[in-house]
């Protein structure tokens, strides 16, 4: 059949006998464990297609590993294999001939890199070994054309010598080209730890190839299956978790860690950098940090403004009968205005992460106990003992409600029971996340 694609796979002669070829499927068939190459057929199923006109491989891992994939496939999701046929278009060539790649490491960082072409055929060199099973070449030959042979030395790609830390970034690679075939992607669910590590690994990749749209929503389901473990991973570092949402484009991560960052804003007590973050990004912090401070000086004027009425009067210190309560009035605003300077008198950074736990405080009327303000007043105004407890009740059952938008908790998580300090009252609207805002 002209124009049919195989991979063959030369070896010396001396590797035979040595060489034990795994069982493989092809067209449902299970061919069982061969010793040499004679009984060795290319299998049709990932990551080995005879169909397919893209060769990837790569040298970082030992034993190496390599993959034989469908460029139609491949640039219908990816922009970086779409991008990678139109060059090759542009420059006269056949959009149905092959394309080789390696995952190769250049400049600190593993990528995908294209090699040069050198018409219908190339040799990937191995080394030469004779200790090395894989020593010999990678021939990938056309059906139509003559026997061929192996390139020359100085037309082979480097070899990189095998490192133990690339295992995991090449099966990230691996896991994101068998995704182009509907093979689920394989995220741990024992740990979020190790899940948020391999699920970074996935979305670089993805970055690079182009290819978020074909991984994101599983990628998110898998991370949301952790629940609760999941936002206290967030809380640890909302930052990271932020960044990954943004790839993701996951509405609950990115509002969780959001919130997160708001709250505390401008102190930063993260292990992630603040320039992870898109510039967009901290400036819709900011913008609502600023939010969150207009509210606090309207709360603050507010609850230090209130008041008992009596005959449709605030209570005054000159009428009869109304100076005990009036003094209760005195002592709850000099308590709270002694609150709020204090927070006040501290940096920005620490009155951030101090005055959430203070206004829930307030919400819960766990403040003033009746027990030490009964002593106090005995101590100062003993014919205020008798009114203490119902004038004192009206006071905090006010400020409860003037409090409860900047008490509320928007996070998954109980703020008292993880000792979070920080005000976590804000609020993500669709305008706040980036790709609902641009649909709409």
Request: charged share 20%; glycine share 6%.
């Amino acid at each position: 059949m002209m124009g049919q694609l195989y991979v063959y796979v030369c070896y010396p002669a001396s590797t035979y006998q040595q060489l034990q070829i795994s069982p493989y499927v092809a067209n449902g068939f299970k061919y069982p464990t061969a010793l040499g190459l004679l009984h060795y057929t290319a299998t049709e199923s990932f990551p080995i297609f005879r169909s397919g006109n893209v060769f990837i491989m790569t040298d970082l891992v030992h034993p190496r590993k390599a993959w034989q994939l469908h460029l139609s496939t491949l640039e219908r999701h990816a922009s970086f294999f779409a991008l990678a046929l139109c060059k090759h278009v542009d420059c006269g060539g056949d959009s149905g001939q092959w394309l080789y790649f390696l995952v190769a490491e250049e400049g600190g960082k593993v990528m995908l890199v294209e090699q040069a072409r050198g018409g219908d055929q190339l040799t990937f060199g191995y080394g030469t070994s004779s200790n090395d099973p894989l020593s010999g070449h990678v021939l990938i030959k056309v059906e139509d054309t003559e026997a061929s042979a192996p390139v020359s030395q100085d037309m082979m790609p480097a070899v990189s010598i095998p490192n133990e830390k690339h295992q995991d970034i090449v099966n990230a690679y691996d896991q994101i080209f068998g995704a182009f075939y509907n093979i689920p992607l394989r995220i741990p669910s024992d740990k979020i730890e190790t899940a948020l590590i391999v699920s970074e690994q996935l979305v670089n990749i993805a970055c690079d190839v182009g290819c978020m749209a074909l991984v994101e929503s599983h990628i998110g389901n898998a991370l949301l299956q952790f629940r609760q473990a999941l936002f206290v991973a967030i809380k640890t570092d909302p930052p990271r978790w932020l960044k990954l949402a943004f790839h993701l484009k996951n509405d609950s991560i990115y509002t969780e860690a959001l919130i997160h960052l708001v709250g505390a804003h401008p102190c930063w007590p993260w292990s992630t950098k603040r320039d992870v973050l898109p510039e967009g990004i901290s400036r819709l912090i900011a913008r609502k940090s600023v939010d969150l401070d207009q509210m606090c000086l309207e709360v603050e004027r507010e609850i230090l403004l209130v008041t008992i009425q009596v005959h449709k009067g605030p209570v005054e210190p000159q009428k009869t009968g109304q100076f005990d309560t009036w003094f209760i009035v005195q002592t709850f605003r000099d308590i709270l205005a002694r609150e709020f300077n204090g927070l006040d008198r501290q940096s920005d950074s620490k009155r951030a992460m101090a005055r959430g736990a203070m206004y829930r405080k307030m919400k819960s009327g766990a403040y003033m106990p009746p027990e030490e303000m009964r002593r106090l007043m005995q101590q100062v105004m003993p014919g205020a003992v008798d009114s203490l407890e119902e004038d004192l009740g009206m006071l905090k059952e006010y400020g409860s409600e003037i409090v409860a938008d900047l008490a509320k908790n928007e996070l998954m998580l109980p703020v008292e029971a993880h000792k979070i300090g920080y005000l976590t009252c804000s609020k993500v609207g669709r305008e706040d996340i980036p790709w609902r805002a641009i649909r709409g």
